[in-house]
């Protein structure tokens, strides 16, 4: 037998074959699925993050552009408020790209991770805080434990059909090794095991008898960085411009609707509208990757939705010029059946009315200002009075707060029934409404 045939035989067992990582199986029950979700979390990358980087994580992860993922917490903050603890929970146990670990895990000593113990107390703090919070002071009943449900399912699913897509690469964790002149030096553990695992000698024979060229040496490459898919990016879109203008024209229309008279047009229903079309601008946006811009507008529109549907504002009237009314009317002919005016203040005298006329009737409607009526000492006032929000003082009666009740009721004066019948029905929307005698 020659040498050269040994020489091959050796060489083609002892050579170093490929390794390839076997090929994720299917996911095929949920326990499963939220196995391979932990162990195939996603990273919170460097580049294309807003604040942590939880939102292009998942976005990443199972190739959804992130700003979907940022309009579905937004909604879920102002629907329940679990947008908030779920985006903390992330921070929490997402690690980053180059992390072995997540904070949480850090925090309890299982590897190295960017997130430094002392802020991830200060996490582990603020989600119990937000959690407990979301689940307790919801405006909306029972939003918190919709917006959990929701959030688990969607996660759940996206992982089920896309959990073995953009699976990222794990970072190997590297150990402290003491050197004895007072250093430390950080060795790759895989590395460390492959350098001190015995060589092996097939033929059990002093290999000083054989007469073999030695094997090329070669180092180990170093560990991959775990890299993403990003999405392909594109031309910039017109998309937030175009959304933007349609949106000021859906407002600018409302207005004006409610100013001719359209009273389904209220502040609750423009704000709506608005957000429905920056709404469909945001979920367009994701698709031709533009009009990211629009969160801005979203968010402080979303806010003020929410605080015209708490607050009872269906009373509310705009309409009418604006500046400060001041009439003294001295005939009933000179007495206006509507005194209605959108922002300024309103000072009807009725004083000089003359007495013993037919009984009178008049509206003063008054969108944001004060309101004030006086009578003759002598009517008879049979009288309705009402703000949106502020103080209502009719004669020996006050209400003061956002919504209250009419003050309703009819005053004779100090000398009893029998003075001139006047009927005042006056409103406000914002400000105070004082009705006395002159």
Not at 56 to 75: F, K, T, W
Not at 271 to 298: C, S
Request: aromatic share 8%; hydrophobic share 40%; with cysteine.
């Amino acid at each position: 037998m020659s040498a050269g045939r040994p020489c091959r035989m050796l060489f083609g067992m002892s050579g170093a074959s490929e390794t390839r990582a076997p090929k994720p199986s299917p996911l095929n029950g949920f326990e499963e699925t939220v196995k391979d979700f932990w162990v195939s979390r996603p990273r919170r990358p460097h580049a294309g993050r807003k604040v942590a980087g939880v939102a292009a994580a998942i976005g990443y992860r199972y190739g959804i552009d992130p700003v979907v993922v940022r309009i579905a917490l937004v909604v879920a903050t102002i629907f329940g408020g679990f947008g908030v603890p779920f985006y903390l929970l992330g921070w929490l146990f997402l690690p980053g790209e180059s992390d072995e670990v997540s904070g949480f895990e850090s925090l309890i000593g299982r590897g190295r991770s960017s997130v430094s113990p002392a802020f991830a107390v200060v996490l582990s703090v603020l989600t119990v805080v937000s959690i407990g919070g979301s689940f307790s002071g919801s405006w909306f009943d029972g939003g918190a434990l919709i917006s959990f449900a929701l959030i688990t399912i969607a996660l759940y699913l996206l992982h089920r059909n896309r959990g073995q897509e953009n699976r990222p690469a794990p970072v190997v964790a590297r150990s402290q090794a003491f050197t004895g002149n007072g250093a430390f030096t950080m060795t790759d553990t895989a590395t460390e095991a492959a350098e001190t695992k015995p060589g092996w000698d097939p033929l059990a024979a002093d290999p000083a008898g054989w007469d073999l060229p030695e094997p090329p040496s070669s180092t180990p490459p170093p560990p991959t960085p775990p890299t993403y898919e990003r999405p392909e990016r594109r031309r910039n879109s017109k998309v937030g411009s175009v959304t933007f203008a349609l949106a000021v024209l859906t407002a600018g229309g409302g207005v004006l609707a409610n100013l001719n008279g359209a009273s389904w047009f209220s502040a609750q229903h423009i704000v709506g509208l608005v957000l429905g079309v920056v709404g469909i601008g945001l979920v367009t946006g994701a698709f031709a990757r533009g009009g990211r811009g629009l969160i801005g507008l979203a968010v402080p529109l979303a806010i003020a939705g929410m605080v015209l549907t708490t607050v009872p504002f269906e009373n509310f009237d705009f309409r009418g010029g604006a500046g400060d009314i001041k009439e003294t009317p001295h005939s009933v002919t000179d007495l206006k059946p509507l005194y209605q005016h959108a922002a300024g203040n309103i000072d009807l005298d009725l004083t000089e009315l003359p007495a013993g006329s037919a009984p009178i009737t008049t509206n003063v409607v008054n969108g944001a200002g004060d309101t004030t009526v006086t009578v003759p000492d002598t009517a008879d006032v049979t009288f309705d009075c009402h703000t949106g929000a502020g103080s209502t003082e009719c004669f020996n009666r006050s209400t003061d707060g956002i919504s209250q009740d009419a003050l309703t009721g009819t005053d004779y004066g100090k000398d009893g029934p029998g003075g001139q019948k006047i009927t005042l029905h006056v409103k406000n929307s914002v400000g105070n409404v004082e009705v006395r005698r002159g």
